[in-house]
């Protein structure tokens, strides 16, 4: 660990055990215990990218780069294994952008696939921390499955919590129905997200008619003994500190919540002023919009904590891995 005092960096001890599951301290060891591995494998494999997000790891690059001995995904394995991570082969997943990419994926590795009913058609990609990343097809049905069952879980919890306590079931709805789906919003392409927006919206006034008997989203829907001047569906949607009851809308936030992702990291660069508000690290752009701009050769895995399996999926872009 670092020395606050004198900055340097001391022996604390030897674990591999991991951290207790809500430990604040686990988080940070974990990226720790793993770093050593990321870097050296990105260190010994020149046009291989490492990324990870805890124990969410990914490898972008040519397909010979990336597999058989010696090469970025059998370098990663042994560093991982010498802190005492276990691989699971099972939980592995790759996804080849082209045909040749596809072929050079090794036997046993998954690659994720969604067949269109209507053409028998297969479209191929991941899905890598809430973010459906792949052909345009894998993509769209990805989030046609997110919809269906989002949906259907929101409107089952709205139901049942109405029937046991209102007050309840409304401050869910203000704090995390409305909110369950701002992340993928934000990790994708509006174009991609307006039919789930779209849908949502549609379970959220579902949700209200279950919670206040009404919608109080739509003015016209308001019965006789809830219709008053000062209560209109513009004014529940206004801030609870503007007077307002806090409700929201999807649509008309999904490109604010996508181009707020994606802008503010240039905003930072173009005004230096706003680096106090944002920080030195907010805000690096959307999983999805990065996957647009990345190299053409791609490989992805991911890891499990200590006495955990690591678990890696496979990808790739026009012609290898991601």
């Given at each position: 660990?670092?020395?606050?005092e004198?900055?340097?960096?001391?022996?604390?001890?030897?674990?591999?055990?991991?951290?207790?599951?809500?430990?604040?301290?686990?988080?940070?060891?974990?990226?720790?215990?793993i770093?050593?591995?990321?870097?050296?494998?990105e260190?010994?494999?020149?046009g291989?990218?490492?990324?990870?997000?805890?124990?969410?790891?990914?490898?972008?690059?040519?397909?010979?780069?990336?597999?058989?001995?010696?090469?970025?995904?059998?370098?990663?394995?042994?560093?991982?294994?010498?802190?005492?991570?276990?691989?699971?082969?099972?939980?592995?997943q790759?996804?080849?952008t082209?045909e040749?990419?596809?072929?050079?994926?090794?036997?046993?590795l998954?690659?994720p696939?969604?067949?269109?009913?209507?053409?028998?058609?297969?479209?191929?990609?991941?899905?890598?921390?809430?973010?459906?990343?792949?052909?345009?097809?894998?993509?769209?049905?990805?989030?046609?499955?997110?919809?269906?069952?989002?949906?259907?879980?929101?409107?089952?919890?709205?139901?049942?919590?109405?029937?046991?306590?209102?007050?309840?079931?409304?401050a869910?709805?203000?704090?995390s129905?409305?909110?369950?789906?701002?992340y993928?919003?934000?990790t994708?392409?509006p174009?991609l997200?307006?039919?789930?927006?779209?849908?949502?919206?549609?379970?959220?006034?579902?949700?209200?008619?279950?919670?206040?008997?009404?919608?109080?989203?739509?003015?016209?829907?308001?019965?006789?003994?809830?219709?008053?001047e000062?209560?209109?569906s513009e004014?529940?949607?206004?801030?609870?500190s503007q007077?307002?009851?806090?409700?929201?809308?999807?649509?008309?936030?999904?490109?604010?919540?996508?181009?707020?992702?994606?802008?503010?990291?240039?905003?930072?660069?173009?005004?230096?002023?706003?680096?106090?508000?944002?920080?030195?690290?907010?805000?690096?752009?959307?999983?999805?919009?990065?996957?647009?701009?990345?190299?053409?050769?791609?490989?992805?895995?991911?890891?499990?904590?200590?006495?955990?399996?690591?678990r890696?999926?496979v990808?790739?872009?026009?012609?290898?891995?991601?």
């Amino acid at each position: 660990m670092r020395n606050s005092e004198t900055g340097e960096v001391e022996f604390l001890c030897n674990s591999v055990q991991g951290g207790a599951q809500g430990n604040s301290l686990t988080g940070i060891v974990f990226c720790l215990t793993i770093d050593k591995a990321l870097k050296n494998t990105e260190a010994s494999c020149p046009g291989v990218e490492v990324k990870a997000i805890q124990d969410d790891i990914s490898l972008w690059g040519d397909p010979e780069q990336i597999f058989g001995e010696g090469n970025a995904l059998d370098i990663l394995l042994q560093g991982l294994r010498a802190v005492g991570l276990e691989e699971n082969e099972k939980k592995f997943q790759a996804y080849g952008t082209t045909e040749t990419a596809r072929s050079m994926i090794p036997n046993g590795l998954t690659q994720p696939k969604m067949v269109n009913k209507d053409t028998g058609e297969e479209h191929f990609g991941v899905w890598i921390c809430g973010a459906a990343i792949g052909d345009d097809g894998y993509v769209a049905a990805k989030l046609d499955e997110i919809e269906m069952e989002l949906c259907e879980k929101l409107r089952t919890l709205a139901k049942t919590l109405a029937a046991a306590d209102a007050q309840v079931a409304h401050a869910v709805l203000r704090q995390s129905i409305i909110t369950r789906i701002d992340y993928i919003l934000s990790t994708h392409r509006p174009s991609l997200t307006r039919k789930l927006a779209h849908a949502m919206d549609e379970t959220i006034r579902d949700c209200c008619l279950e919670i206040y008997g009404c919608d109080l989203l739509r003015d016209q829907e308001f019965p006789d003994n809830l219709k008053d001047e000062s209560l209109t569906s513009e004014r529940v949607q206004l801030k609870i500190s503007q007077g307002g009851g806090g409700l929201r809308l999807t649509e008309p936030r999904a490109l604010f919540l996508n181009s707020m992702s994606l802008a503010l990291n240039v905003f930072r660069h173009a005004w230096p002023s706003l680096v106090s508000v944002f920080g030195n690290d907010s805000f690096q752009g959307s999983l999805h919009a990065q996957s647009q701009s990345i190299p053409p050769r791609i490989f992805k895995t991911s890891a499990y904590r200590c006495r955990r399996p690591i678990r890696p999926r496979v990808t790739s872009t026009p012609e290898g891995l991601l």
